[in-house]
């Protein structure tokens, strides 16, 4: 079945919110109150899509939930968008400066306490349709750990955002022992792993062109989670952590899963080789990275394109959960039914069911009996989705999505 009635049950696997900054005020603890007043009088939002008439996406639950609707879409999972208080840089853009102070490190966390409050609440009002993500940081890990408990008796059924940790921002990397507590108590509570693309890059440095090479390489340095993650032992060691790639791409994963088996092979059995010799960290572990990827790992697949449905099997059907990327300007929304004609018109109805919905419930915890109900009212059908799109609407070729196929080179 593809969902009642014949409609899909669509959950976008990456959408994005956040509270306006005055919203902030009252999830914080008492004692940041004057410092969060004299911290807002001279805050300036730096994006105009924040500040625009779409700014209202990220917080007017109302709205929001009207404009996933009228795209056909009944649940969310909720990365943030805004800046928490006291934060110096958005969170998926890159990681911000170290603190300078042990103050400016506790207000940070204060502020990221904050947003994970009102995440809660903005999730509570429409109950069991949004997924949301806290947020964390890696400077301390005892923090780290504890906020993750705290999210999870908030109910942020999301998980964590994962910080990135380029060369440059003082982090360990994330193959470092140092994060043991980190995933064991995420695996304790069952909550994924999320790593965004955006924190992982490094700083560029103040050049016209800066912007142009963040394009060029953001997906690449979040996907170096993945061999970190695998080579550091996490995933041997917590088999039931699971891991997600979102807003990355998806049709890197299978040549770079073979280049990892390739190479993971070399190291634990090519004796005699450089590669075994420099191998012996791994060579107790157990799989291969393609299986480690199969058993934990998933996509969130925003803006996918047809050759990326093709190679869907080499992913894995049951590893792709679609997403949407509401509200950001390269969205699939207004047109995410169009998206999905393009991407899916000619896939089996089973397989666009798991991947459009019942990949993302079964990780992140959505109930589909009650969900089919908004489904049998608002969903896509099957019939919609197998019809191939011809035109493309006007306005949609800011989604990636509807980007028209290269020719083949020869």
Known sequence: MAAMGDRYTVISADCHGGGQINDYRDHLEHEYLDDFDAW???????????TGDDGPCNWDSDRRLADLEADGIVAE?????????????????????PATTGDDLEHRWAGLRAHNRWLA???????????????????????????????HELGLTGGILLPGAPPGSGLRPLYAPEYEPLWSVCEELEMPVNHHSGSAVPDLGEYDVAQVIFLLEVT????????????????????????VFTEQGSSWVPETLGTLDYYFGRMQAAAGSQEFEWGAPIQQ???SPSQYWDRQCHVGA?????????????????????????PHTEASYPFSREALRVSFHDVDPTEITRIVGANAAELYGFDLDALAPIAARVGPTVAEI????????????????????PATRT
């Open 220 to 243: 690449w340095w979040a996907h170096r989670a993945l061999w970190h993650l695998i080579a550091g032992g996490v995933m041997e060691r917590h088999p039931d952590l699971h891991v």
């Open 77 to 97: 999972v909720i990365f943030p968008n805004t800046i928490p208080p006291f934060y110096p840089t958005p969170s998926l853009l890159a990681q911000p400066p």
């Open 285 to 287: 572990l157990s799989l």
């Open 386 to 405: 197998t019809e191939p799109l011809t035109d493309i609407p006007p306005g949609a070729i800011k989604c990636p999505a509807f980007q028209p196929q």
């Open 121 to 151: 609440d903005f999730c509570a009002r429409t109950p069991g349709r949004r997924a949301g993500i806290a947020q964390v940081m890696l400077h301390d890990v005892d923090a780290a750990v504890d906020e993750v408990r705290r999210a």
């Open 40 to 50: 807002a009088e001279t805050y300036a939002v730096p994006f105009e899509d924040l």
């Open 302 to 326: 925003s803006f996918f394109r047809p050759t990326e449905t093709h190679l869907r099997h080499a992913i894995g059907v049951d590893s792709i959960m679609w997403g949407s990327d509401y």
